[in-house]
């Protein structure tokens, strides 16, 4: 919870964590784009295996989804990190057909900001900036979470931790 609320004061990273949350709010929310993200991916996943670019095998290759982040769990804001970094393509071409079929003039608004968002140096930074921070500290954080806590094990994953960082 305090990496919850330390990176709340930053004002950059809270508003990527803002948008990302609009990003998977916005795509979650309907069936249809929901299915639409998985088709998109499964075309790109016969691509690159058809392309050679990416080995087969026994849980290679499996469309995903957009995870939506806790407000309380710092490891799922991990995994909505990771599901975007993943996906990111997929995503990006569910957000053009929203803009374009979009029902309203507020909806197009606010999927195309999510779009010039999405596709900012500031924002990708900050996706694999804290897709590496959040990466070192999430088996601590799982750790220091479980119901029955090793403090030794605990006190070790916070100097190995502290040295990673």
Known sequence: MTLVAATGNEIFIWL????LTTIINLISASSKHHIELHDIQAIEIA???????????????QIGNLHRNGITRWSSHF???????????STIIVLESMFKEGSSNSIRGEVGDCL???KSFEFIFILYLM???IGITDLLCRALQQKSLDILNAMDL????????
């Open 79 to 89: 995994d909505s990190i990771c599901s975007l970094i993943d996906i990111y393509g």
């Open 158 to 165: 916070v100097s190995t931790t502290t040295a990673l960082l």
């Open 16 to 19: 990527f964590f803002s948008k």
């Open 116 to 118: 010039i968002v999405m």
């Open 131 to 133: 897709h590496k921070i």
């Open 47 to 61: 691509h690159v295996v058809a392309t050679g670019e990416c080995e087969t095998g026994r849980g290679a290759n």
